[in-house]
């Protein structure tokens, strides 16, 4: 029996309707999926059915196709100190619309860019992560921190961790980035964040020396996928396993109708 769940980013299928969206999960069998963006609209709280007076049945539908949304994947970077307030205020705004829909995981980024770039203020995000996190706490949500630019170095990540010190604090596992822009093997990734990994970034890339990527399908590419699993799996992880298909930044990826079945029968074929 799979423990895992899995789930797809909406980012996969950026020309669906939540209808499409849906139906697709359910009829394809995944368990979850990881909110970012329907259509043209990249702002969740003022999505049309979320608003108050089709909360209900947005979750009545939910409900009834067996499919839950395992995760809002905001736009806040909490590394853009100049307007951090207004980045405070989107992720409360996501914090509440959580809780109203029963979403256990919003997700932040501390630094916006996949690979490390600037310094970063370091102080700055962990008295942010702090605001969030007690704000959270009082809703049941768990904010969630990509391992993304400088937070990909899993020692950093582990410092963040440690300094905010919140049981509503956690870790999306994005396996390309510590993996290629650390050098860190996934027994070191792994080992490092277990006790605060609640999702993973699945995503599979064909990277050369120089660290340029090319996109590829689930075991197409040169991370080791099969092996990230495997572990996972020998050590019951029961978390999601959510495939981050970039097609809403990469026009010119595979079309989420072909890519996120072969996903599932690959995560399926691996784990069972």
């Known amino acids: 029996m799979r423990l895992m769940k899995t789930a797809f980013s909406t980012l996969g299928c950026p020309q ?35 608003q108050p007076e089709n909360i209900e049945l947005t979750k009545k539908r939910l409900a009834n196709l067996n499919i839950v949304i395992s995760c809002f994947a905001t736009d806040v970077h909490l590394n853009e100190r100049f ?16 809780d109203l829909l029963g979403v256990r995981y919003v997700r932040v980024l501390c630094e916006n860019t996949p690979a490390p770039q600037a310094k970063i203020d370091f102080g700055g995000i962990v008295e942010s992560l702090k605001t969030l996190t007690k704000y959270a706490s009082q809703k049941g949500v768990t904010v969630l921190v990509e391992t993304n630019g400088a937070f990909a170095d899993s020692y950093q990540m582990l410092k963040l961790m440690n300094k905010v010190n919140s049981p509503n604090l956690g870790v999306i596992w994005d396996i390309h980035h510590p993996y290629f822009y650390f050098n860190e093997n996934i027994e070191e990734t792994y080992g490092i964040l277990k006790p605060y990994i609640r999702s993973l970034h699945i995503k599979d890339a064909w990277v050369e020396q120089d660290v340029s990527s090319k996109y590829t399908m689930i075991g197409h590419g040169n991370l080791p996928i099969k092996e990230i699993l495997l572990l996972l799996k020998e050590d019951g992880y029961d978390g999601y396993l959510t495939l981050e298909w970039l097609k809403r930044w990469c026009g010119n990826l595979a079309e989420a109708g072909i890519v996120f079945p072969q996903y599932l029968a690959y995560i399926n074929d691996v784990l069972k």
């Open 16 to 50: 669906w309707t939540w209808e499409e969206i849906t139906v697709t999960a359910a009829d394809l069998g995944f368990d979850g999926i990881e909110v970012r963006g329907i259509g043209r609209d990249m702002y969740m709280p003022g999505a049309k059915i979320f």
């Open 83 to 98: 307007k951090i307030e207004d980045h405070l205020a989107t992720a409360c705004e996501y914090i509440d619309l959580a």
